[in-house]
Structure formats: C-alpha cells, structure tokens
C-alpha cells in the first residue's frame, strides 16, 4: 500500500509551539507534543487501516511513536524539518517497517 498525501496540520504545530512558549523545564517538548495526543490521533486516522491489518493498535501505535518525539520536536518546534519528511521518516519507521514482532522494542 502507498503513503496516501496528508496535508500539514497546520493548527496542531501552531498549538504545539504555542503550549512549548509558556512552558519551563525539562518535561515541556513531552508536555507540548503529546498534550491531547493531537498529532498522534491525526495520524493514527490516517494509517489505522494499514496499522491494524499488521495487528498494531491504538496504543501500540503511542508506544511506537513516542520513540520519535526528536524528529517532532524538529517539525513543530525547531522548524528544522518539513512535515513531509516527518511524514516519510514516521510513515517508514512505524507503518512500512513495523510488525507486531517489532513491538517488543517499544515495550
């Protein structure tokens, strides 16, 4: 199956960046991420089919992606990627290269 095209969200960045701005300490780029699991949640909708038909769920799919809160914090924070090498670089690691063998890692 093919990565379908998955416009930026635009209104998730900018909440990110806006909840990263009045935050303090060493927990902030976790709390700015995953407040809400927005980002999660937009992804998740869009490749769920291919998630679930390789037995990976809703919080096998959290696991999996927290692994990948540095090249997030890339996109939303720091500006340094685009969203759609964030999308390539997450759509290969978590849908192309996942199995539910592969779980054990994130475990």
């Known amino acids: 199956m093919h990565k379908p095209p998955l416009p930026e969200p635009m209104d998730i960045k900018d909440r990110i ?12 780029v ?6 809400g699991n927005e980002l999660a949640k ?3 909708d869009a490749w769920k089919a ?3 038909a390789q037995g990976i769920g809703w919080i ?25 090498d ?7 690691a978590i849908v192309k290269g996942s199995r539910q063998s592969d779980l054990t890692r994130f475990m």
Not at 17 to 28: A, D, K, N, Q
Not at 86 to 92: F, G, H, I, T
């Open 50 to 52: 291919e998630l679930k």
């Open 17 to 28: 960046r806006r909840r990263m701005s009045t935050c303090s300490g060493p927990g902030c």
């Open 60 to 84: 096998d799919f959290l696991r999996m992606l927290s692994g990948y809160n540095s090249l997030i914090a890339s996109w939303a924070i720091k500006g340094e990627l685009s969203w759609g």
């Open 86 to 92: 964030l999308v390539d670089r997450l759509y290969s």
């Open 42 to 44: 937009y992804l998740w």
């Open 30 to 35: 976790n709390f700015a991420i995953w407040f």
